[in-house]
């Protein structure tokens, strides 16, 4: 079945420490990918997308991803995280028009940094 | 101010009723989806529409109605025989099949 993989449920990070959060999907034709942070009590909010082109990706508040094909991975990573990054991530895939752009997320990770 | 609406933020319901959760949203997009989101499982897709008045299952459908009568709103229609009604339910629209979706603040649902 088509899925995809978040390495980590729960994370806890210290401020200004490097956060790397894994996704693999298991699809093999091309792919839409996503990852989307939820905060506390707030919407579901786009992170960065990757459709095409260069594989690292720059995303809002300092996020970058990369998309490595070979491996079905699109990990997440910031430098230095703070506290205001605590939150629920979720990396999603799409795979276009052809299957009604459905995205499939991860179970998502939920990372708590702590001052 | 553009953006996607839901109503109501939470809802109470009696086992056995069904309860309409709205979507609306002034972005001029043409695909509109709903989700429902448990802890630990991620976001599922329920049903999901292209274009007005066409609308295609999603993977957890059983249980659930839509409709998409106009562009900018895509009602969901919880029935009794959905076995698992009480969840967080959320609506997204996207400008075109396949690009990104924008989300709405969710509905909280609680059947007892």
């Known amino acids: 079945a088509q899925s995809v993989s978040q390495h980590n449920h729960h994370v806890i990070l210290s401020e200004a420490a490097s956060l790397e959060l894994g996704c693999n999907y298991s699809?093999?034709?091309?792919?839409?990918l996503f990852w989307y942070v939820q905060y506390p009590g707030q919407h579901l909010q786009l992170l960065l997308k990757?459709?095409?082109?260069?594989?690292l990706v720059k995303g809002i508040k300092g996020f970058e991803a990369e998309f490595i094909k070979s491996k079905f991975s699109f990990n997440l990573r910031k430098p230095s995280v703070q506290w205001s990054d605590t939150a629920e991530y979720f990396c999603?895939?799409?795979?276009?028009?052809?299957?009604?752009?459905?995205?499939?997320f991860g179970q998502g990770t939920e990372l708590s940094v702590k001052p | 101010d553009g953006g996607i609406t839901q109503s109501p933020k939470y809802l109470f319901r009696k086992e056995g009723q069904n309860v309409t959760l709205s979507c609306e949203q002034n972005?001029?997009?043409?695909?509109m989806y709903w989700y429902r989101q448990d802890p630990g499982q991620g976001l599922r897709l329920i049903y999901y529409s292209q274009i007005v008045n066409d609308f295609q299952k999603g993977d957890i459908a059983e249980g659930y109605s839509v409709s998409r009568e106009k562009k900018e709103s895509f009602p969901l229609t919880v029935t009794s025989a959905q076995k698992n009604p009480t969840a967080f339910y959320l609506c997204a629209s996207s400008p075109r099949t396949g690009s990104e979706q924008y989300f709405g603040p969710g509905t909280r649902l609680t059947v007892t």
């Open positions: 999603a895939v799409n795979r276009g028009y052809n299957q009604g752009g459905k995205l499939i």
């Open positions: 699809y093999g034709g091309t792919v839409n």
């Open positions: 990757y459709f095409s082109g260069d594989p």
């Open positions: 972005l001029n997009h043409d695909a």
